[in-house]
Protein backbone atom coordinates (compact mmCIF):
# COMPACT_ATOMS: atom_id res chain seq x y z
CA UNK A 1 0.00 0.00 0.00
CA UNK A 2 1.04 3.55 -0.99
CA UNK A 3 1.00 5.00 2.73
CA UNK A 4 0.48 9.16 2.63
CA UNK A 5 2.14 11.13 5.11
CA UNK A 6 0.33 14.67 5.81
CA UNK A 7 1.79 17.46 8.28
CA UNK A 8 1.34 19.07 10.15
CA UNK A 9 -1.91 17.49 12.04
CA UNK A 10 -2.99 20.44 12.67
CA UNK A 11 -2.31 24.31 11.87
CA UNK A 12 -3.46 27.13 13.52
CA UNK A 13 -3.99 30.73 11.70
CA UNK A 14 -5.44 33.42 11.54
CA UNK A 15 -7.89 34.45 8.37
CA UNK A 16 -5.75 36.77 5.95
CA UNK A 17 -2.49 34.18 6.58
CA UNK A 18 -1.68 32.28 3.55
CA UNK A 19 -0.90 28.60 4.35
CA UNK A 20 0.70 25.75 2.99
CA UNK A 21 -0.24 22.22 3.99
CA UNK A 22 1.94 19.05 3.10
CA UNK A 23 1.37 15.57 1.52
CA UNK A 24 3.99 12.99 1.58
CA UNK A 25 4.06 9.43 -0.19
CA UNK A 26 5.72 6.38 0.49
CA UNK A 27 6.65 6.07 -2.92
CA UNK A 28 6.90 8.35 -6.32
CA UNK A 29 3.46 8.84 -7.96
CA UNK A 30 3.68 11.19 -10.20
CA UNK A 31 1.28 13.55 -10.09
CA UNK A 32 -1.65 11.36 -9.17
CA UNK A 33 -2.71 13.33 -5.88
CA UNK A 34 -6.04 14.76 -5.29
CA UNK A 35 -7.05 16.84 -2.22
CA UNK A 36 -10.16 17.11 -0.55
CA UNK A 37 -11.80 19.66 2.26
CA UNK A 38 -14.31 18.43 4.93
CA UNK A 39 -16.26 20.94 6.61
CA UNK A 40 -17.63 20.07 10.23
CA UNK A 41 -20.64 17.16 9.44
CA UNK A 42 -20.48 17.43 5.50
CA UNK A 43 -19.30 15.28 2.78
CA UNK A 44 -15.62 15.86 1.08
CA UNK A 45 -15.13 18.13 -1.19
CA UNK A 46 -13.03 17.67 -4.11
CA UNK A 47 -10.24 20.84 -4.06
CA UNK A 48 -7.69 20.21 -6.48
CA UNK A 49 -7.64 17.16 -8.56
CA UNK A 50 -3.70 15.77 -10.18
CA UNK A 51 -1.68 17.88 -7.85
CA UNK A 52 -2.33 21.12 -9.18
CA UNK A 53 -5.55 21.15 -11.33
CA UNK A 54 -8.05 23.47 -10.42
CA UNK A 55 -11.68 22.33 -10.26
CA UNK A 56 -14.76 24.37 -11.35
CA UNK A 57 -16.41 26.61 -8.34
CA UNK A 58 -13.23 26.34 -6.26
CA UNK A 59 -12.24 29.71 -5.58
CA UNK A 60 -8.86 30.63 -7.00
CA UNK A 61 -7.19 30.98 -3.30
CA UNK A 62 -6.54 27.11 -3.33
CA UNK A 63 -3.91 25.82 -5.37
CA UNK A 64 -1.94 22.67 -5.73
CA UNK A 65 1.74 22.05 -6.13
CA UNK A 66 4.24 18.57 -6.54
CA UNK A 67 5.06 15.91 -7.73
CA UNK A 68 6.63 12.62 -7.00
CA UNK A 69 6.67 12.06 -3.24
CA UNK A 70 5.66 15.70 -2.19
CA UNK A 71 2.98 17.69 -2.49
CA UNK A 72 1.50 21.01 -1.34
CA UNK A 73 -1.82 22.72 -0.83
CA UNK A 74 -1.71 26.13 -0.73
CA UNK A 75 -4.21 28.74 0.37
CA UNK A 76 -3.66 31.99 0.05
CA UNK A 77 -5.08 34.55 2.18
CA UNK A 78 -7.42 31.90 4.59
CA UNK A 79 -10.97 33.15 4.51
CA UNK A 80 -13.06 32.13 7.90
CA UNK A 81 -14.84 29.63 5.99
CA UNK A 82 -11.74 27.50 5.20
CA UNK A 83 -11.47 26.47 8.81
CA UNK A 84 -11.43 22.63 8.39
CA UNK A 85 -10.04 19.39 7.47
CA UNK A 86 -8.14 18.62 4.63
CA UNK A 87 -6.74 15.55 3.30
CA UNK A 88 -5.37 14.47 0.21
CA UNK A 89 -5.94 10.79 -1.74
CA UNK A 90 -3.77 8.99 -3.96
CA UNK A 91 -4.84 7.21 -7.67
CA UNK A 92 -1.66 6.24 -8.27
CA UNK A 93 -1.99 2.14 -7.42
CA UNK A 94 -5.60 1.23 -8.13
CA UNK A 95 -5.58 0.28 -4.28
CA UNK A 96 -6.44 3.98 -3.38
CA UNK A 97 -5.65 5.70 0.18
CA UNK A 98 -6.29 8.68 2.22
CA UNK A 99 -3.80 10.81 4.18
CA UNK A 100 -4.68 10.99 7.67
CA UNK A 101 -5.86 14.79 7.78
CA UNK A 102 -4.47 18.08 8.51
CA UNK A 103 -7.19 20.17 10.20
CA UNK A 104 -7.10 23.96 9.81
CA UNK A 105 -8.36 25.89 12.78
CA UNK A 106 -8.57 29.27 14.46
CA UNK A 107 -5.84 30.65 15.97
CA UNK B 1 -26.86 17.00 -12.36
CA UNK B 2 -24.90 14.32 -10.48
CA UNK B 3 -26.10 13.16 -7.19
CA UNK B 4 -25.52 10.17 -5.00
CA UNK B 5 -27.28 8.57 -1.85
CA UNK B 6 -26.53 5.88 0.57
CA UNK B 7 -28.58 3.93 2.40
CA UNK B 8 -28.36 1.24 4.77
CA UNK B 9 -29.98 -0.51 7.90
CA UNK B 10 -28.70 1.98 10.50
CA UNK B 11 -28.02 -0.54 13.29
CA UNK B 12 -26.85 -4.34 13.09
CA UNK B 13 -25.04 -6.40 15.90
CA UNK B 14 -21.24 -7.97 15.76
CA UNK B 15 -21.19 -10.59 12.98
CA UNK B 16 -23.76 -9.82 10.93
CA UNK B 17 -23.47 -8.32 7.29
CA UNK B 18 -23.77 -4.82 6.66
CA UNK B 19 -25.44 -4.21 2.99
CA UNK B 20 -25.42 -0.57 1.98
CA UNK B 21 -26.74 0.86 -1.36
CA UNK B 22 -25.90 3.77 -3.52
CA UNK B 23 -28.29 5.30 -6.02
CA UNK B 24 -27.18 7.70 -8.24
CA UNK B 25 -28.23 9.99 -10.94
CA UNK B 26 -26.66 12.00 -13.53
CA UNK B 27 -24.43 9.48 -14.89
CA UNK B 28 -23.91 5.90 -15.81
CA UNK B 29 -21.84 2.94 -15.03
CA UNK B 30 -22.06 1.37 -18.31
CA UNK B 31 -20.11 4.77 -19.52
CA UNK B 32 -16.54 3.98 -20.48
CA UNK B 33 -14.46 4.92 -17.86
CA UNK B 34 -16.69 5.82 -14.90
CA UNK B 35 -16.63 4.20 -11.60
CA UNK B 36 -17.97 4.57 -8.19
CA UNK B 37 -16.05 3.77 -4.55
CA UNK B 38 -17.23 3.49 -1.13
CA UNK B 39 -15.39 5.21 2.03
CA UNK B 40 -16.17 5.53 5.52
CA UNK B 41 -14.83 7.86 8.32
CA UNK B 42 -15.64 6.72 12.30
CA UNK B 43 -17.05 9.55 13.77
CA UNK B 44 -14.17 12.34 14.62
CA UNK B 45 -11.56 10.03 12.28
CA UNK B 46 -10.09 10.65 9.29
CA UNK B 47 -11.45 9.03 5.57
CA UNK B 48 -10.86 4.76 4.47
CA UNK B 49 -10.96 4.11 1.22
CA UNK B 50 -12.65 0.63 0.99
CA UNK B 51 -13.26 -0.41 -2.84
CA UNK B 52 -13.93 0.68 -6.32
CA UNK B 53 -16.23 -1.12 -8.89
CA UNK B 54 -15.40 0.60 -12.81
CA UNK B 55 -17.59 0.42 -15.76
CA UNK B 56 -16.61 -2.78 -16.98
CA UNK B 57 -16.89 -4.54 -13.55
CA UNK B 58 -13.42 -4.43 -12.32
CA UNK B 59 -13.27 -4.43 -9.04
CA UNK B 60 -10.39 -2.89 -6.19
CA UNK B 61 -10.61 -3.69 -2.28
CA UNK B 62 -8.72 -2.40 0.93
CA UNK B 63 -6.38 -5.29 1.20
CA UNK B 64 -6.65 -4.62 5.38
CA UNK B 65 -10.89 -5.54 4.47
CA UNK B 66 -10.85 -7.50 1.00
CA UNK B 67 -11.33 -11.04 2.88
CA UNK B 68 -14.98 -9.10 3.87
CA UNK B 69 -15.97 -6.85 1.18
CA UNK B 70 -17.87 -7.82 -1.90
CA UNK B 71 -18.74 -4.75 -4.24
CA UNK B 72 -21.39 -4.64 -7.04
CA UNK B 73 -23.38 -2.71 -9.51
CA UNK B 74 -26.83 -3.00 -11.25
CA UNK B 75 -26.60 -0.37 -13.74
CA UNK B 76 -29.77 -0.67 -15.41
CA UNK B 77 -31.34 1.02 -11.94
CA UNK B 78 -28.44 2.61 -11.31
CA UNK B 79 -27.08 1.37 -8.45
CA UNK B 80 -23.80 0.14 -6.32
CA UNK B 81 -23.55 -1.89 -3.62
CA UNK B 82 -21.51 -2.57 -0.64
CA UNK B 83 -21.11 -5.77 1.67
CA UNK B 84 -18.98 -6.34 4.35
CA UNK B 85 -19.37 -9.52 6.53
CA UNK B 86 -18.84 -10.31 10.17
CA UNK B 87 -19.35 -6.73 11.04
CA UNK B 88 -17.72 -5.39 14.50
CA UNK B 89 -17.73 -2.54 16.48
CA UNK B 90 -14.81 -1.06 14.59
CA UNK B 91 -16.96 -0.65 11.11
CA UNK B 92 -19.16 1.66 12.83
CA UNK B 93 -18.98 4.81 10.57
CA UNK B 94 -20.56 6.86 8.30
CA UNK B 95 -20.21 5.04 4.90
CA UNK B 96 -20.22 7.53 1.50
CA UNK B 97 -20.22 6.40 -1.84
CA UNK B 98 -18.47 8.53 -4.59
CA UNK B 99 -18.36 8.71 -8.42
CA UNK B 100 -14.58 8.32 -9.68
CA UNK B 101 -14.32 9.20 -13.54
CA UNK B 102 -11.60 6.45 -14.74
CA UNK B 103 -11.10 5.13 -10.77
CA UNK B 104 -9.00 8.26 -10.03
CA UNK B 105 -10.43 10.55 -7.85
CA UNK B 106 -13.79 11.25 -6.31
CA UNK B 107 -15.56 14.12 -7.91
CA UNK B 108 -19.09 13.56 -6.33
CA UNK B 109 -19.78 12.42 -3.04
CA UNK B 110 -23.11 10.84 -1.04
CA UNK B 111 -24.14 12.52 2.02
CA UNK B 112 -23.52 9.45 3.74
CA UNK B 113 -25.23 7.09 5.81
CA UNK B 114 -24.30 6.44 9.40
CA UNK B 115 -23.97 2.63 10.12
CA UNK B 116 -23.71 1.69 14.15
CA UNK B 117 -22.37 -2.08 14.95
CA UNK B 118 -23.74 -2.76 18.70
CA UNK B 119 -25.21 -5.51 20.26
Known amino acids: NIVLTQSPATLSVTPGESVSLSCRAS??????IHWYQQKSNESPRLLIKYASQSISGIPSRFSGSGSGTDFTLSINRVESEDFSIYYCQQSYSSLNTFGAGTKLELK | QVTLKESGPGILQPSQTLSLTCTFSGFSLSTYGMGVGWIRQPSGKGLEWLAN???????YYNPSLKNRLTISKDTSNNQAFLKITNVDTADTATYYCARTPLAHYFDYWGQGVMVTVSS
Open chain 1, 27 to 32: QSISTS
Open chain 2, 53 to 59: IWWDDDK
